[in-house]
T-cell receptor
Framework: TQLLEQSPQFLSIQEGENLTVYCNSSSVFSSLQWYRQEPGEGPVLLVTVVTGGEVKKLKRLTFQFGDARKDSSLHITAAQPGDTGLYLCAGAGGTASKLTFGTGTRLQVTL | SAVISQKPSRDICQRGTSLTIQCQVDSQVTMMFWYRQQPGQSLTLIATANQGSEATYESGFVIDKFPISRPNLTFSTLTVSNMSPEDSSIYLC??????????????FGPGTRLTVT
């Protein structure tokens, strides 16, 4: 069974601070995706990383896929209240169509 | 990406009853998935629903409790049967798109928030 552990589980920071969320596994994934979920809504796909060592930037968000394709990180620069939500990583591999979801990181950004 | 809608968006049900959740997609898709998300938790896959075949259930989920229909390439239903308070959760459907394993992505509906009293 593939497991994805995220850390930290909860994070409460002030606007303008930087933060990093980690997603770790002992399994290798073909690709890894990051989602953000706001209350009352379904998860929204932010990015997919495919190549080991790949770095993708989405405005103030930077995503990295580990060289061995077992882990990933999400770094947010100058966090804003609009970044508040549940961040989920999800790995694709094994059975092609199924995703393994991480344990989740709940982020709260206050003024 | 596909646009996905779910009905109902929320419901409060009595124990022992059943609720059917509908998932509608604006384009034809092969793979549809049903997830459960308990309060404050991550997503747990219930089953994969392919058109024209029986749904494939994950460990811990059975067809008698969560029967699924997939009559065509744009629609699916999940029924939560004989409900108990432990079934109170958000139920999400998603669709999979992508030409290769590495490019495979899932897109989610807004979810159905179920409370069982």
């Amino acid at each position: 069974t593939q497991l994805l552990e995220q850390s930290p589980q909860f994070l409460s920071i002030q606007e303008g601070e930087n933060l990093t969320v980690y997603c770790n596994s002992s399994s290798v994934f073909s690709s890894l995706q990051w989602y953000r979920q706001e209350p009352g809504e379904g998860p929204v796909l932010l990015v997919t990383v495919v190549t080991g060592g790949e770095v993708k930037k989405l405005k103030r968000l930077t995503f990295q896929f580990g060289d061995a394709r077992k882990d990933s990180s999400l770094h947010i620069t100058a966090a804003q209240p609009g970044d508040t939500g549940l961040y989920l990583c999800a790995g694709a591999g094994g059975t092609a169509s199924k995703l393994t979801f991480g344990t989740g990181t709940r982020l709260q950004v206050t003024l | 990406s596909a646009v996905i809608s779910q009905k109902p968006s929320r419901d409060i049900c009595q124990r022992g009853t059943s609720l059917t959740i509908q998932c509608q997609v604006d384009s034809q898709v092969t793979m549809m998935f049903w997830y459960r998300q308990q309060p404050g938790q991550s997503l747990t896959l219930i089953a994969t629903a392919n058109q024209g075949s029986e749904a494939t259930y994950e460990s811990g989920f059975v067809i008698d409790k969560f029967p699924i229909s997939r009559p065509n390439l744009t629609f699916s239903t999940l029924t939560v049967s004989n409900m108990s308070p432990e079934d109170s959760s958000i139920y999400l459907c998603s669709v999979g798109q992508g030409r290769t394993v590495a490019r495979y992505e899932q897109y989610f509906g807004p979810g159905t928030r179920l409370t069982v009293t």
